[in-house]
């Protein structure tokens, strides 16, 4: 299994841009999918933003427009840059791998999870 560590999380009032980070190592192949999903208390964990290991990424429709998701091979680190961030935007936020490319990249969900990060929390004041 791969080892995600995530950091960047914090308090930003609405409107704010936060971005995180997620560093990986371990056993990633070439061929990947990684993603952000996130969970606010009561509710389910939802995907937020995903990307190939070729470089295509796909999102929720609710973050579509304001969150970016990118990577730097280079560095192991997958990031999400957050823009205009809502209040609603306020959850615990994972990083999350499919190592081998075994499911799908799909509106900001991975189908497949093979690998889950700590989480790190990110709170919009109103």
């Known amino acids: 299994q791969a080892r995600l560590v995530e950091s960047g999380g914090g308090s930003v009032q609405a409107g704010g841009s936060l971005r995180l980070s997620c560093s990986a190592s371990g056993n990633i192949g070439s061929k990947y999918l990684m993603a952000w999903f996130r969970q606010a208390p009561g509710k389910e964990r939802e995907g937020v933003a995903c990307i190939t290991s070729t470089g295509i990424a796909a999102y929720a429709d609710s973050v579509k427009g304001r969150f970016t998701i990118s990577q730097d091979n280079d560095k192991n680190t997958l990031y999400l840059q957050m823009n205009s961030l809502k209040g609603e935007d306020t959850a615990m936020y994972y990083c999350?791998?499919?190592?081998?490319?075994?499911?799908?990249?799909?509106?900001?969900?991975?189908?497949?999870?093979?690998?889950w990060g700590q989480g790190t929390q990110v709170t919009v004041s109103l």
């Open positions: 999350a791998a499919d190592e081998t490319w075994r499911g799908s990249c799909y509106k900001g969900r991975l189908s497949s999870v093979s690998s």
